[in-house]
């Protein structure tokens, strides 16, 4: 459907779906951004997929009654509802996922990556967090991404090998997530994975896209090549993928847990590859995989329109600046303003701006560095903060605030940004337990390294490349042995006197945090179902410039542009994964611009 159809007529004030739905009839499924929702190609599908497909492409959340699960793709999102709908758990449901994400979407998640994982807990009430972030190498030192003279690499330069990889925290994860939660045998957790690997999945339209449009860099390793361009092409789509290196790998973690990925055959394969990428050797070591941990720490929340918004926080910057966001924003009316108000954007933008900037001095790995979490999500700190919108125009300038903490330490200002990649998924199971998991090997196919059958991550490129900035002042986020490098990732559990009311999350780099913002804000504010909460246009700021989607009414553009904004198109893929517990029961949304789909039972 176009952009003058469904996705424009939700924000041009149809109450109801139905309402929104009657003015588009008859016109092709497209999503918000304009490109087809895609509802063939993925192979051998259920009912259930099929259905959630067909809802997607229509603009309509699915509905259940007892458990969701929505994710990045069709095959990943059968194999979590086997498990829900067998009684498991939410966190068992995410193993099935993440196991299959990582052979069917390879280039955006897997075992080779890491992943935040939000919690919410039916049985005590509570929300925790598990920090699975990679780690930097023992042997890195600061000037890991220089040049001899002490320059920055180019971005791509640093990324493609093995210099980029730290250590993998995803397979870990799945066993303490399990162990913690977890109701389902954990063996057979792994059978949809290891089925499909062996037999061969369907290559996806997306998939074979990205490979056809990676060249060179994809192909610089040998493993890689003869995976990603079977016979000196690329994967087309439609055609059947084999990885039996990669069920293989699947097996020894079903029968031996986490520790048969960090130690043993697999390490020694992943230490080999990343120190034999011969043009651009990276430092990782075995002992740096033995000696991994997962990190279980507190959510950061933040209170909106009477709603928690609880996230995560260090180093994550996700929950952090999700929350400043809406915590400047909530003494202002954006229900009355309306989604194609300019002034509701204006807002939104200039909140971002101050949250980025409050990101890019304070944000990173907390273990190593101070950072003022209680003080930036303080509400006075963010009701003086928002005290800065309440002009007519845009901010001419923006600059880090000065939240209360009890360090003296001072931090230089860092614009490091992660670019777009990574998924989502977010689950609700029959007992009432929430999980939003956002997973990454960060930049689209990784370090482009593969070990094992699954490629590896590039994650040091979240660190700074300089260790202080032009003033002299040292940065937050520079590299450092066993350090975990900044993320945007925002996986998100909102909940309204102590139960969780949405679930929500995005792949898309930093654009993750506006992405993440906009679902909350056209649920709680502009009243839309999670179907067009998600599918909903996307107008993102972060450092001044509004980046928008193509299509937006030339009143909203036009408004910006006389506030004094920089407003330019762009493409902007979020993937974002949603869940909201109505009255009437759950509804589930997945994000037109990708492949994800949601099922309900």
């Known amino acids: 459907m176009t952009r003058t159809g469904l996705a424009w007529a939700l924000l041009m004030g149809s109450a109801t779906l139905a309402g929104a739905q009657q ?35 229509e603009g309509r959340p699915v509905t259940a009654q007892n458990w969701m699960i929505t994710a990045a793709h069709p095959l990943a999102v059968q194999a979590g509802a086997r498990v829900l709908e067998a009684g498991g758990s939410a966190a068992d449901a995410m193993v099935a996922v993440q196991v299959v994400l990582g052979l069917v979407e390879p280039q955006s998640s897997g075992l080779g990556g890491g992943a935040f994982l939000v919690w919410h807990d039916a049985e005590t009430g509570e929300v925790t967090t598990l920090d699975a972030r990679e780690t930097a190498p023992q042997a890195v030192t600061p000037t890991l991404f220089q040049d001899e003279e002490g320059q920055p690499l180019d971005f791509m330069e640093a990324v493609v090998g093995g210099r980029s990889v730290g250590t993998p925290g995803t397979p870990r994860l799945l066993e303490v997530a399990h162990r913690k939660w977890g109701r389902a045998n954990w063996a057979g957790l792994f059978d949809d994975g290891i089925r499909l690997a062996e037999e061969g999945f369907t290559v996806s339209p997306r998939l074979a896209t990205l490979v056809a449009g990676e060249g060179d860099a994809l192909a610089r390793y040998p493993a890689t090549t003869d995976y990603f361009f079977p016979g000196g092409t690329p994967v087309a789509e439609g055609a059947t993928l084999k990885n039996p290196a990669y069920a293989e790998t699947l097996r020894a973690l079903a029968a031996e847990g986490a520790d048969a990925f960090y130690t043993g055959p697999i390490a020694a394969q992943i230490t080999a590859a990343v120190q034999g990428a011969e043009d651009n050797p990276g430092l990782l070591s075995l002992e740096d995989l033995a000696r991994y941990r997962v990190v279980e720490r507190p959510a950061v929340c933040v209170e909106y329109r009477a709603h928690d918004i609880c996230g995560m926080g260090p180093p994550s910057s996700g929950g952090l600046t999700v929350g400043q966001i809406l915590g400047m924003l909530g003494g202002y009316d954006l229900a009355a303003l309306g989604a194609l108000n300019p002034e509701a954007w204006r807002l939104i933008g200039d909140a971002s701006r101050l949250a980025f900037a409050d990101r890019g001095r304070y944000m990173a790995d907390s273990d190593f560095v101070p950072v003022p979490t209680e003080g930036l999500v303080d ?23 000065q939240p209360g903490w009890s360090h003296a330490m001072t931090w230089g200002q860092d614009s490091a940004l992660e670019l777009p990649s990574t998924s ?33 991550n590039n994650e040091l490129t979240d660190f700074s490349f300089e260790t202080h900035d032009e003033a002299g002042w040292p940065i937050a986020n520079a590299v450092a042995p066993g350090k975990r490098p900044r993320s945007s990732m925002a996986p998100t559990i909102v909940r309204r006197d102590g139960a969780p009311i949405m679930v929500i999350g995005s792949p898309g780099g930093s654009r993750i945090i506006g992405y993440v913002a906009k679902a909350i804000v056209a649920h709680l504010d502009w009243g839309m179902d999670i179907q067009q909460a998600v599918a909903s246009p996307n107008l993102v700021n972060r450092f001044g410039p509004m980046d928008v989607e193509a299509g937006l009414p030339e009143n909203l553009t036009q408004g ?39 099922i309900g039972g």
């Not at 700190?381 to 309440?390: D, K, P």
């Not at 199971?429 to 939003?436: F, I, K, T, V």
């Not at 979020?574 to 994000?591: H, K, M, N, Y």
């Open 379 to 401: 509400p006075a700190y963010l009701a003086e903060r928002g005290q800065l919108l309440s002009g007519d125009d845009s901010l001419p300038e923006v600059s880090p605030g």
């Open 23 to 57: 003015a588009a009839d008859a016109v092709a499924p497209e999503n918000a951004s304009g490109a087809e929702v895609q509802t063939s190609g993925f192979g051998d599908l259920t009912p259930a997929a099929q259905d959630a497909l067909a809802a997607k492409a």
């Open 560 to 598: 910006l542009t006389e506030m004094g904004f920089e407003v330019r198109e762009t493409e902007l893929t979020s993937g974002l994964q949603g869940i909201v517990v109505t009255p009437e029961g759950l509804q589930g949304g997945a994000d037109p611009r990708r492949e994800g789909i949601a």
């Open 424 to 456: 989502h998924m977010s689950i609700l199971d029959g007992q009432g337990n929430a999980l939003s998991m956002t997973t990454t090997i960060e930049n689209g196919f990784g370090s482009r390294v593969m070990a094992g059958g699954f490629l590896l």
